[in-house]
Nanobody, 124 residues
Framework: QVQLVESGGGLVQAGGSLRLACAASGRSFSSYAMGWFRQAPGKEREFVAAISRNSGTISYADSVKGRFTISRDNAKNTVYLQMNSLKPEETAVYYC?????????????????WGQGTQVTVSS
């Protein structure tokens, strides 16, 4: 069992930056691949970024490549999402997920545990 708690969301102007964190409690954080997803009002949850258990494999949605950076600190049981050059259309609730087995995937149904999400609002 893994419990996930996201933090770092807030209100930012277009072009600004935020750093999200997802703290995990429970066993064997380093054995999980971690992913960030987002869900805007009225839309489906979509993939943003994912990282393998040893940070050896990283994947990004095309829309965030070059602007967002996912990283993890297994000693702190935390995964991060640095978001730069934010756009108003990226306003959403951002969720982190944990996938047992450590393999990176963009498929949200493959994730075993989810946090409650953190709101990111980008004003124009």
């Amino acid at each position: 069992q893994v419990q996930l708690v996201e933090s770092g969301g807030g209100l930012v102007q277009a072009g600004g930056s935020l750093r999200l964190a997802c703290a995990a409690s429970g066993r064997s954080f380093s054995s999980y691949a971690m992913g960030w997803f987002r869900q805007a009002p009225g839309k489906e949850r979509e993939f943003v970024a994912a990282i393998s258990r040893n940070s050896g494999t990283i994947s990004y949605a095309d829309s965030v490549k070059g602007r967002f950076t996912i990283s993890r600190d297994n000693a702190k049981n935390t995964v991060y999402l640095q978001m730069n050059s934010l756009k108003p259309e990226e306003t959403a609730v951002y969720y982190c997920g944990a996938r047992a087995g450590g393999i990176v995937t963009r498929n949200l149904v493959a994730y075993d545990y989810w946090g409650q999400g953190t709101q990111v609002t980008v004003s124009s």
